[in-house]
């Protein structure tokens, strides 16, 4: 099984390999037990969330890691990924905006990766 951090490297160049926007990294496991990392991102459409969320559990199902849960997956305006320590947040821009996790979690760490995978 792979560790938290490779999951999260993995996730974010899924996401940037099928052109997410503002792909952000937070650290949370300090604030809360619900998971240790958010990673948010958002798509164009409605086609572009589910095609990146998609993409995410395919690739992650490749690695032997299995997501335990999906939400929003049938409007495609907010689709919540549960890996248990990680959880990923695609949206649509005006989603995003609306519901602003990152002002919600600003006491959050922002992780930049060095070398993305």
């Known amino acids: ?3 938290s951090r490779e999951k999260v490297a993995k996730i974010y160049s899924v996401l940037e390999n099928k052109k997410a926007l503002d792909i952000k990294i937070l650290y949370i496991g300090d ?3 619900i ?3 958010f990673i948010i991102a958002s798509g164009t459409s409605d086609t572009h969330v ?3 969320t ?3 559990e395919k690739k992650l199902w490749e690695e032997g890691v299995f997501v335990h849960h ?3 997956y049938a409007s495609g305006k907010w689709i919540l990924m549960d890996y ?3 959880v990923v947040h695609i949206f649509q821009e005006e989603e995003r905006h609306f ?3 990152e002002r919600l979690w600003a006491d959050a760490k922002e992780i930049v990766l060095d070398n993305p995978i």
């Open 1 to 3: 099984m792979i560790e």
């Open 31 to 33: 604030l809360t037990i």
């Open 35 to 37: 998971a240790d990392y």
């Open 50 to 52: 589910k095609a990146l």
């Open 54 to 56: 998609d993409e995410v």
């Open 70 to 72: 999906i939400e929003g």
């Open 84 to 86: 248990d320590d990680i």
């Open 99 to 101: 519901y602003n996790l």
